[in-house]
């Protein structure tokens, strides 16, 4: 295990902004179309960002077991997640103020948002010292 786990130090750098964004979400929403706008954009941004703190805690706890859990976490945990958006998306959809189109015009820029800021910080390096375990269970093949 390396001494930082990557994950846990991109939530790290992260967690400053999440608030943040919210309520910036929540004034951009208001100001364009109303409150209910404004709490739609906020709740997608939350929930973007809350959606990226369990991803990189389950990755941080995946990678101390091992590398065949940690690719179990990145797949079904992506489906899982949107699916969970999804059907948060589909009980908000039942509230007089919700509006999912002020909902996913947040969770998309919102999002890419994220992606850059999680590019940035691995192209300046972080998890560069992060060490492969050895597979045991892999045998040498002789090289001809």
Do not use: C, H
Request: proline share 6%.
């Amino acid at each position: 295990m390396a001494a930082v786990e990557p994950e846990r130090e991109m939530v790290r750098r992260a967690a400053p902004f999440g608030p943040p964004a919210v309520v910036l979400a929540l004034l951009a929403g208001g100001a364009v179309g109303g409150w209910g706008v404004g709490w739609s954009a906020a709740i997608a941004v939350g929930i973007v960002f809350a959606n990226f703190v369990v991803n990189g805690l389950s990755l941080a706890r995946a990678a101390r077991v091992s590398l065949i859990v940690y690719s179990a976490v990145v797949t079904g945990g992506f489906v899982l997640r949107l699916a969970v958006i999804v059907a948060i998306m589909a009980v908000l959809n039942r509230f007089s103020f919700f509006s999912p189109v002020a909902f996913a015009l947040a969770v998309v820029p919102s999002t890419i948002v994220l992606l850059a800021f999680e590019m940035r910080l691995l192209s300046r390096g972080l998890g560069s010292e992060l060490k492969l375990p050895e597979d045991k269970g892999a045998k040498e093949v002789p090289v001809q």
